[in-house]
Every structure is written in C-alpha cells, then in structure tokens.
C-alpha cells in the first residue's frame, strides 16, 4: 500500500473543516503530552518510534480502517520510517511532511469580516502555535498587527490583494514567539509602530504606539485605533478597527485572559491588567467583535475557524472577566501560573533586537504551546 | 570512561542515531557499554527515553561542540 505525504496546510483543512483524523504521534511521551497537532475530531495514538523498531504488528490491529491515519514525529524522518513499516503491513498511510516544525509554522489566512467601504480584515490562524496575526486591507493599502515572523506569507498575501502595507503594529512585546513586523517594515518601507513602554531596551528604530493614536487605511475611512490597555506587558496596546473589531492582544482571550509575569513583573502588573479588564474594556461597546493575538484550546476556534468573539458575550462567559474579589483576581494571575514559554526570555531578546538567532535556531525556540494565557 | 564498542552516528538525522544504535546493542552483552556519537539534537530526549524504556542505563553523557556522547549500560 502507499505511503502518502500531508501537509500542514493539509492538516489546516481538516481542522477547520472538522475533519476526522487518526493521529499516531511516534515522539516520546513527553512532546506529546507537552504539544500535540489539536483538531476537534481527531484521534490519537502516541507510541515513540523507538517502541516500534522491532515491528509494527502490535499496533496494527488498532489502527482504523475508515479514517485517515496521518503519522507525526518532530521533524520527519521518524514518521516516514514508521509509515513505511505500516504500509508494508498492507494499509494506507499518510505522514506529516516537515514534523512538527512545519505544522508550528503554518499560517493560514482568514477572512473575519467586510469593513466599511470595500475594506476586509483577515486573521492568519498560526494552528500549530495558538498565534493569530491580522490585516487590515481597504483601498490599495493594508495594516499588520501581531505580525509573526514568517514575513513572506504577509508580503505575498498583500500582493495578491494588490495592496501596499503602509502601517505594521505589534500589540506588545512579545515573549512566546518572534515578530516579523520589523522585517515586514524594513522589506516595503511601512512603519513599524511598537508601545515605548514595551521598548525600552529595543535597540532598533521604530514608531511609538500612544494611545489614542489613529491611522487610516485607505482612501477610506477605516480608523484603526490604538487604546492603550496595560496588564500582560506594561505597553500592552488594544486596537478598534472601524468600530467594530476589538484586537486585544494578550490582554484578553476568548476562554481565557493575559499572564502579567512574562516579563517578571507579575505583582507590578496585576493591578494594570485589573483596571484593563474590570474598567477600560468596560466602557467600550459591547457589541465590539473581540480579536485575540492568541488561542490556546480547539474549541475556541469558530466553526469557519477564526477566534472571534462578541465583548459583550465574553464579559458573561469568560471567567478570568468575572471574578469579583480583587484579591481573589490578585490570586488567580499571579499564583500557581501554567510553565512560560518556551525559551521565552530568549524570544523576547530577539523581539528587542538584542540576538539576531539564525533560521534554525528561531524554530527550535518557538517549538511547543504559546502559554500566554491563564484559564 | 571505557567503552565496549563505539557508534559514530554523528550527521545522521532522526530516527537513523536510535536506530543504530539499537542494532548495535542488541549484539553486546549485559553489562557492556555502548558508546554513541551524534550530533542530532532530537538525541537529548529521545536517547534517554528509549534507553529508559528498554531497560539500558545512559551511565554517563557529555556534550562538547555540538557532538553528544552517551555511555549506555546494556541490561
């Protein structure tokens, strides 16, 4: 029987498409349980390919005969060995082109919605990561928010559209993956706007984010708005576009609200992500579609497969956005905090400038789950 | 530390390190050890996984330029 290659765009459709999928992930125990491929109609089977050297009978029996079984390991190699073995037995078989490595990679563009005029905005869905980046695209020209650092996907999709990208923002300093929005700057000469707060130590060039600063996209008159909203970093910046889209960064999260300690400063920075949450986010409209920088679980992927949610349905529905008691809040942000990012102090040296790391070396620190967040 | 055999495996991406150096323990003896080169990173888990799940002991392991060196105590 064959051996077939997926890929993670492949692998993309099928979760957006709630697609059913049997998974044997052949990495040790630890990765697996650390960071998996999420899909809300997936299977898995995590069985270490070191396990299966001596043969694959064992398994074979229960292996499904009435869905796709895609094999997974880090980088590629393993899973197409044990593919080989499986098809040898006499089944089909898929493996997963690229490991791990690609499936954290993939971007895949969303439109979330028609903004005034012939204006769209479109969210880049990061699967593997839990990362979402988002563009503004109105009249020949585009905006970027949260850019991650595969720049090509960015410039490419703006060219298709035949738009210019003229303004490129990051909600804060980021310390669970690497920005691409100074490159994206620097490659088509748009502005790279960053909260100096969040910048101290950048040692690049780059536009201060203040709040209330409003940029126009287009002839038109779509306004995306910068609001300043303090808690998981101290610059931390929120974004209304054309009064309709709240972009909130890691502040707030469709099931889940921002972690104040990724710069260390969890105890100086409750009280910000307090009145950020319980007070700034309130007086806005609470029909504002809410647009996060992240996503941790499957199921708050939409069923088109973006993450947005209505402000008004997440302040009676999440629970980081109902806890009364300011100590008890106090409580929840700042004790018994999931594990950091991976290598999350070395991300943020990189988003400062301060390391340049090589291609390689930026995909090994960005492996595993974003954790930005507290459920 | 002395050695019974040595397995250079260094340049050999995943799975190809586990691999090898499997075959070449299931030709020692109990008590012999396996010493094992490489340079794939994916080594610094999976190595020790794999020893722990057939019952091999990694009784030593150092790491100089990027070259991983494991001493592996065959059961």
């Known amino acids: 029987m064959t051996v077939n290659k997926m890929t993670a765009a492949e692998v993309a459709r099928k979760v957006i498409e709630n697609k059913a999928l049997f998974i044997l992930d052949v990495r040790n125990n630890d990765a697996f349980e650390d960071w998996k491929i999420e899909g809300h109609r997936f299977e898995y089977l995590n069985i270490p390919y070191f396990d299966l050297l001596d043969g694959i009978e064992d398994i074979l029996p229960i292996l499904p005969t009435d869905k796709d079984i895609l094999v997974v390991c880090a980088k590629e190699g393993s899973s197409l060995m044990v593919a080989e073995m499986i098809s040898e037995a006499g089944r089909d078989v898929f493996y997963l082109e690229g490991g791990m490595k690609s499936w954290s990679s993939y971007l895949e563009p969303i439109k979330v919605g028609d903004l005034t005029g012939s204006g769209e905005l479109y969210q880049f869905v990061r699967l593997g990561k839990g990362c979402l980046s988002y563009m503004v695209v109105s009249d020949g020209e585009a905006a970027i928010i949260d850019a991650v650092r595969f720049t090509d996907v960015f410039t490419k999709f703006a060219e298709e559209k035949n738009v210019k990208i003229k303004h490129i923002f990051d909600t804060h300093l980021h310390a669970d993956h690497i920005s691409g929005g100074r490159q994206i700057a620097e490659a088509t000469g748009a502005t790279y706007y960053l909260s100096p707060k969040d910048a101290e130590e950048v040692v690049f060039k780059y536009t201060p984010l203040e709040d209330g600063l409003n940029v126009k996209v287009g002839a038109s008159e779509i306004v995306v708005g910068a609001f300043y909203s303090p808690g998981h970093t101290i610059g931390s910046t929120s974004f209304i576009i054309d009064s309709a889209y709240l972009l909130t960064g890691d502040i707030l999260f469709i099931d889940s609200i921002g972690r104040p300690d990724l710069a260390g400063l969890a105890q100086d920075w409750v009280g910000d992500l307090r009145e950020t949450l319980y007070r700034r986010y309130r007086e806005l409209e609470e029909d504002l579609i809410v647009l996060p920088a992240h996503f941790m679980i499957i199921d708050e992927l939409n069923e088109n497969g973006t993450v947005a949610k209505r402000l008004g349905d997440l302040f009676m529905e999440n629970h980081g956005l109902n806890i009364d008691s300011e100590i008890e809040f106090r409580q929840t942000v700042t004790d018994n905090l999931p594990p950091q990012p991976n290598a999350y102090e070395q991300i943020r040296q990189v988003n400062m400038g301060k390391i340049t790391p090589n291609h390689d070396e930026q995909t090994e620190m960005e492996i595993g789950p974003n954790r930005c967040a507290i459920r | ?75």
């Open chain 2, 1 to 75: 530390m002395e050695s019974t055999k040595i397995l250079d495996v260094k340049g050999m991406p995943c799975p190809m390190p586990i691999v090898r150096t499997k075959k070449a323990m299931d030709k020692l003896v109990t008590g012999d050890i396996l010493e094992v080169h490489v340079t794939d990173k994916g080594a610094l888990s999976d190595m020790p996984a794999w020893a722990n799940a057939s019952g091999h002991t990694i009784v030593e392991q150092t790491e100089i330029s990027s070259v991983i060196t494991f001493f592996i105590k065959k059961a």
